[in-house]
């Protein structure tokens, strides 16, 4: 698991890019297990934070729309979670650590979301809020909001990966990374991309690097953005950015 420097930097990444909505969260499932805090602390494992008393479990329909006073639900020290659905609203993190999570249902957040080599079973649907870290989600995703593979970690999707109109993906050059996103179905893009330089130490003209793969890919960036200039392209169901 990252070290509590790691997670703290991680969590702070996400609560600056947090595109924060006033719009009601979409209910897939009715609440029957509310994030309360009342046990004073931010940990998901602490029973006394939660309506019920009891740390969620296979049949809990978990709501967290508010936040503790750190901002971000630390759910890191759990090993295996098992809930049936969850919903995050805005302006409220939650922070998965190394180990599984299951949700049977979805997990609909207009929050920010952190992965920390996490494998995470879910139909995860991005509203407004934020996807940052690196992990495995068994399912898909529908990004309307942010999605940001922290530098040098990968996010794979072993389902569908969408992203709207309004859905934004941000990436890091480097030679040296995996791709930040690796879809093993299908990949439909739009919104927007950006890719991040070190400018201090910027890569030579020409580099390239493969940002995204996938099985196959429906679509292009309705817009794109590579600091210090380059170009997107998309040969062989893959999004690649060559530095200039």
């Given amino acids: 698991m990252k070290t509590y420097?790691?997670?703290?930097?991680?969590?702070?990444?996400?609560?600056?890019?947090?595109?924060?909505?006033?719009?009601?969260?979409?209910?897939?499932?009715?609440?029957?297990?509310?994030?309360?805090?009342?046990?004073?602390?931010?940990a998901w494992g602490?029973?006394?934070?939660w309506s019920t008393n009891k740390v969620p479990g296979p049949t809990s329909n978990v709501c967290i729309l508010t936040a503790p006073s750190t901002?971000?639900?630390?759910a890191t020290a759990v090993g295996s979670i098992s809930v049936n659905s969850i919903q995050v609203g805005p302006g409220v993190g939650l922070?998965?650590?190394?180990?599984?999570?299951?949700?049977?249902?979805?997990l609909t957040s207009q929050g920010y979301?952190?992965?920390?080599?996490?494998?995470?079973?879910?139909s995860v649907d991005i509203q407004s809020g934020t996807l940052v870290g690196g992990g495995t989600v068994k399912g898909s995703i529908t990004n309307n909001g942010y999605?940001?593979?922290?530098?040098?970690?990968?996010?794979?999707?072993?389902?569908?990966?969408?992203?709207?109109?309004?859905?934004q993906l941000s990436v890091t050059f480097s030679t040296a990374y995996p791709p930040a996103l690796v879809v093993n179905s299908k990949a439909t893009l739009s919104g927007t991309f950006t890719v991040t330089v070190n400018l201090k130490h910027p890569p030579k003209a020409g580099s390239i690097y493969t940002a995204v793969t996938s099985g196959s890919l429906s679509g292009e960036f309705t817009s794109t953005t590579v600091e210090g200039g380059g170009t997107v392209t998309y040969p062989d169901d893959t999004v690649v950015v060559t530095y200039q």
Wanted: charged letters at 10%; proline letters at 1%.
């Fill in 5 to 42: 420097k790691a997670r703290t930097l991680l969590l702070s990444i996400a609560l600056l890019a947090i595109a924060v909505s006033g719009a009601n969260l979409a209910q897939a499932q009715s609440c029957n297990v509310d994030w309360t805090g009342n046990a004073g602390t931010d």
């Fill in 46 to 49: 602490t029973a006394g934070n």
């Fill in 71 to 74: 901002g971000s639900v630390d």
């Fill in 95 to 106: 922070a998965f650590g190394s180990g599984t999570v299951s949700v049977a249902e979805s």
């Fill in 113 to 122: 979301l952190t992965l920390f080599e996490t494998t995470l079973s879910a």
């Fill in 147 to 167: 999605v940001l593979p922290t530098n040098g970690e990968t996010i794979t999707v072993t389902d569908t990966y969408t992203q709207t109109s309004s859905g």
